[in-house]
């Protein structure tokens, strides 16, 4: 009864190689201090996965992002950012995670998928890509993939898992050609509106010169990252107005 919790919604595909760092954002309404020293007690955090079984976490971390200026305390609203360290517990998974549970209380976080394979495979090689993008909402993505074989290979498809249906456009035509030692740029139109959290884990599938068929996964790239003044300051605005 001190405070209420409402949470960013989560859409994507997020690759968990290892470990991945899940940023969750969440307004808290009223006592936000009380929820803090709630959420921490005995020196650890009661959060856990729903329905993810082939998932754990592994770190909590919380941190306060930002607050409103009310002074009223059932009004005061506190922007947290809950660090939730994913790792998989089979050596290849994918599950579906919508729902956190956290002092007890179940919480809707949207829907996201999380993937837990090998990232390179044959001669192609993710040169760079963008891992945090500044903003919300979607408009492009891009990352360079790089030849290190010495023949050609050929990239059949980019697939772009949850947001197949949301491309407008890509700046590249396929198949796409890759010359030996040659570093292509490869960038899509997105176009998705919102303040949500939104994942992109784009799958790249190309063919070697023999014939042979390979799949390579490019970073999880972010969007709608809530670490700034700006950004707590919107999100605290769209929340007050649902």
């Given at each position: 009864?001190?405070?209420?919790?409402?949470?960013?919604?989560?859409?994507?595909?997020?690759?968990?190689?290892?470990?991945?760092?899940?940023?969750?954002?969440?307004?808290?309404?009223?006592?936000?201090?009380?929820?803090?020293?709630?959420?921490?007690?005995?020196?650890?955090?009661?959060?856990?996965?729903?329905?993810?079984?082939?998932?754990?976490?592994?770190?909590?971390q919380?941190?306060?992002?930002?607050?409103?200026?009310?002074?009223v305390?059932?009004?005061?609203?506190?922007?947290?950012?809950?660090?939730?360290?994913?790792?998989?517990?089979r050596?290849?998974?994918?599950?579906t995670?919508?729902?956190?549970?956290?002092?007890?209380?179940?919480?809707?976080?949207?829907?996201?998928?999380?993937?837990?394979?090998?990232?390179?495979?044959?001669?192609?090689?993710?040169?760079?890509?963008?891992?945090?993008?500044?903003?919300?909402?979607?408009?492009?993505?891009?990352?360079?993939?790089?030849?290190?074989?010495?023949?050609?290979?050929?990239?059949?498809?980019?697939?772009?898992?949850?947001?197949?249906?949301?491309?407008?456009?890509?700046?590249?035509?396929?198949?796409?050609?890759?010359?030996?030692?040659?570093?292509?740029?490869?960038?899509?139109?997105?176009?998705?509106?919102?303040?949500?959290?939104?994942?992109?884990?784009?799958?790249?599938?190309?063919?070697?010169?023999?014939?042979?068929?390979?799949?390579?996964?490019?970073?999880?790239?972010?969007?709608g990252?809530?670490?700034?003044?700006?950004?707590?300051?919107?999100?605290?605005?769209?929340?007050?107005?649902?």
């Amino acid at each position: 009864g001190k405070y209420q919790c409402a949470f960013q919604k989560m859409h994507g595909d997020i690759r968990v190689s290892g470990e991945y760092p899940l940023d969750v954002a969440c307004v808290v309404t009223g006592d936000y201090d009380s929820f803090r020293r709630s959420l921490s007690r005995k020196g650890k955090m009661d959060v856990q996965l729903v329905g993810c079984k082939d998932f754990r976490i592994s770190k909590t971390q919380i941190q306060l992002a930002g607050c409103s200026r009310f002074t009223v305390p059932g009004k005061r609203k506190g922007v947290f950012i809950l660090t939730l360290t994913l790792k998989p517990n089979r050596k290849e998974s994918m599950e579906t995670l919508k729902k956190i549970r956290l002092m007890g209380q179940t919480f809707r976080i949207g829907s996201v998928t999380l993937l837990n394979t090998s990232r390179y495979s044959g001669k192609l090689q993710v040169k760079s890509a963008n891992v945090l993008y500044v903003g919300f909402g979607v408009d492009e993505n891009e990352f360079a993939v790089r030849n290190a074989g010495k023949s050609n290979l050929t990239i059949q498809d980019v697939d772009y898992g949850s947001f197949n249906d949301r491309i407008e456009s890509r700046h590249y035509r396929l198949p796409v050609r890759i010359a030996p030692k040659e570093t292509i740029s490869l960038k899509a139109k997105l176009k998705i509106h919102g303040m949500d959290a939104y994942f992109v884990t784009p799958l790249v599938k190309y063919r070697s010169a023999d014939g042979i068929d390979y799949n390579l996964f490019v970073d999880t790239c972010r969007y709608g990252v809530i670490s700034d003044k700006k950004s707590v300051s919107q999100f605290l605005k769209n929340e007050s107005g649902r």
